[in-house]
């Protein structure tokens, strides 16, 4: 495609067609989108994020990351909608030009660019990073057990070759350590989301403990009114809650880590699951999942504008 | 390249909490080789897993032993990856 018009949301897309569309997107919209360049992944691959911004500095900021799953296609998918979507909806829908003549967005739609590569050209089925774990053959760590958040315990493995391997230590991956670094260089993100799928879920703070965090009424009546925006465009229903109260006990968690940085507002999901193909959602169903998603995203967005800390 | 010829992905429900605890340790029996897809999360509620076709006919022994219910959710994981990779193919023919 030669412009982000022409881009194909419909399918599915090579890691260079994402950042190919990246650059596009820059270019296109120079007062709006710029790409940073947070860090790189084990194996020298950018970690590319776009920021859209109408200026001011160091504004109140809202972050969504996808990927960072790797096989999990239709996030990233996703991602490329939502860019998309929000240049396209500035200046048009009210809601979302109020976020961003106030707020920064942060979005990035690769987050485990190896992984992501690796699921294109040898495995489709893979999930983790791709650095080798010395004295072992199994390669790779989860990237959303290896935050420090409860690092290590109940709910993650010592075990390289499991998908839920912590990893060495905490940060010890470079794509979870450039999303730390950035979160604490930038100190004022007010609300972060992680996108994964397919068990149709929105879930907040904590996965390692069942302890409440101290804002969990605000957040599940806030997820509460974001899954039933989302219900309202298909039916599609979710469930939400805490992680370990909603899932299982999972530590290490990337909004476990953000929440105890002071991020009220950190949320992950899980995107919808046709009943049929897991993770492998077929593409056809991308826009539908994107559109939906959307709804929830503004909500969560919306609510952190009127409701500064 | 990694290929799946044969691997099914099994859903299966559990009925109770004896149940869910079988399916909690089912990742640490390595000589299934599975791949959870989608992990346990409680009584009622469906936990995917790929297995391996060496390994399957023994698996589905052992979901029946336990009165574990299981439905074949994708019966060729292959088929799928070949169906999406001529997706793309297709959808990239058209663009250019």
């Not at chain 1, 691959?45 to 999990?72: C, Y």
């Not at chain 2, 691997?7 to 990742?27: C, D, G, M, S, T």
């Not at chain 2, 999360?41 to 006919?57: A, I, K, N, Q």
Request: net charge negative.
């Amino acid at each position: 495609p030669r412009n982000t018009d022409s881009f194909d949301y419909a399918n599915y897309h090579t890691l260079s067609e994402i950042y190919s569309f990246q650059d596009m997107l820059v270019a296109e919209n120079p007062n709006l989108v710029s790409k940073i360049v947070i860090g790189q992944s084990y194996e020298g691959r950018p970690l590319n994020v776009l920021k859209f911004s109408t200026g001011g500095s160091n504004r109140p900021a809202i972050w969504i990351d996808t990927g960072i799953h790797s096989r999990e296609w239709v996030t990233q998918a996703s991602g490329l909608w939502f860019a998309k979507k929000i240049v396209t909806d500035y200046g048009k829908d009210s809601a979302l030009t109020a976020i961003l003549n106030n707020m920064d967005i942060f979005l990035e739609i690769a987050t485990n660019p190896d992984g992501y590569y690796f699921t294109h050209t040898s495995n489709r089925m893979w999930r983790k990073t791709r650095k080798p774990n010395p004295g072992n053959s199994c390669y790779g760590v989860d990237p959303n057990r290896n935050w420090d958040a409860g690092f290590g315990l109940p709910g993650a493995s010592t075990n390289p070759c499991s998908e839920t391997y912590h990893g060495p230590s905490a940060h010890s991956e470079s794509e979870v350590k450039s999303i730390v670094d950035f979160v604490k260089s930038h100190g004022n993100i007010k609300t972060f989301i992680s996108i994964h799928s397919y068990s149709q879920m929105l879930l907040y703070p904590c996965g390692y403990t069942t302890t409440p965090v101290k804002d969990q009424a605000e957040l599940h009546s806030l997820a509460e009114k974001a899954i039933t925006d989302l219900a309202s465009l298909y039916g599609t229903r979710y469930r939400y809650g805490s992680i370990i109260n909603v899932i299982y006990q999972a530590s290490g968690s990337t909004v476990d880590w953000t929440y105890e940085q002071g991020i009220k507002y950190s949320y992950t999901f899980e995107l919808r699951d046709t009943g049929s193909y897991g993770f492998l959602l077929p593409a056809k169903q991308i826009i539908p999942t994107a559109e939906e998603t959307w709804l929830a995203l503004m909500a969560l967005m919306d609510h952190t504008y009127k409701n500064p800390y | 390249k990694e290929t799946f010829e044969g691997h099914q992905v099994l859903r299966i429900v559990p009925k109770n909490e004896l149940q869910l605890a079988l399916l909690k340790n089912l990742e640490e029996i390595v000589e299934f080789e599975l791949d959870v897809w989608m992990g346990v999360t409680g009584v009622s509620y469906p936990v995917d897993v790929r297995v391996p076709p060496h390994t399957l006919e023994t698996f589905k022994s052992y979901l029946d032993s336990h009165d574990l219910e299981y439905s074949t959710m994708i019966e060729d994981v292959q088929a799928i990856l070949d169906m999406e990779r001529e997706q793309m193919k297709s959808a990239a023919r058209l663009v250019q």
